[in-house]
């Protein structure tokens, strides 16, 4: 069983559009960090969420966490081929905690 | 260079033999993290050094898996005697403080046990 569900598991679109990532968990946590990963190389930081509610953007990827610290969501707006890669959620269950526990990740393709 | 670094890239071997991995850190950083991806996964935590100590070693799978790091840098993972259910990419992070989540990860090394 995962501690952090993300969905959809696979997302094919075409550019231009728009689309939601989901992060769900029954746990709260005290941070949450959403990465992204190209084939072959590591995952990147994109942002990190600390406080219920939160709201961060970057350029077109807003990302939210939710009021209970238990959930999260990555909109991208208007979504181009270079948005294409594999993201991840991950959240530290303790402040402070060294150890993330990830979801399985969204493997997003977008098509020109 | 000025990023995560990790060697062998890729490291192909038979069942029952030993590895090692091993993970450069960006300078400076003293907090140092493996994680371990299966074929299009999310990532499982291994183990983490705050400096050369290591408080939580929860998450090493068996007792044939072992890491270390010297100097407050350099870092190896050992698997011994290896089993077919350790093909995985295994990645290493640093960060640059204490308290903080892996902020910068290496490229992996893909492990293959034949």
């Known amino acids: 069983t995962q501690l952090l569900e993300q969905s959809p598991q696979f997302l094919s679109i075409q550019e231009g559009e728009n689309l939601t990532v989901y992060c769900n968990s029954s746990s709260v946590f005290s941070s949450l960090q959403w990465y992204r990963q190209e084939p072959g190389e590591g995952p990147v930081l994109l942002v990190t969420v600390v406080t219920g509610g939160e709201v961060k953007k970057l350029k077109r990827l807003t990302f939210q966490f939710g009021d209970a610290r238990k959930d999260s969501s990555l909109h991208i707006t208007a979504a181009q081929p270079g948005d294409t890669g594999l993201y991840l959620c991950a959240g530290a269950l303790i402040q402070g905690a060294q150890k993330l526990v990830f979801g399985q990740g969204t493997r997003l393709t977008i098509n020109p | 260079g000025a990023g995560v670094s990790q060697s062998p890239s890729n490291k192909v071997t038979e069942k029952g033999k030993d590895v090692e991995l091993r993970c450069d850190p960006i300078s400076g950083h003293t907090a140092l993290y493996w994680y371990r991806q299966s074929l299009g996964q999310g990532l499982e935590f291994l183990i983490y050094?705050?400096?050369?100590?290591?408080?939580?070693k929860s998450g090493l799978p068996s007792d044939r898996f072992s890491a270390e790091r010297t100097g407050g840098s350099v870092s190896t993972l050992t698997i011994q005697r290896t089993q077919q259910e350790d093909s995985a990419v295994y990645l290493c992070a640093s960060s640059p403080y204490w308290g903080g989540q892996p902020q910068h990860f290496g490229d992996g090394t893909r492990l293959s046990i034949l």
């Open positions: 050094f705050q400096g050369n100590s290591a408080p939580d």
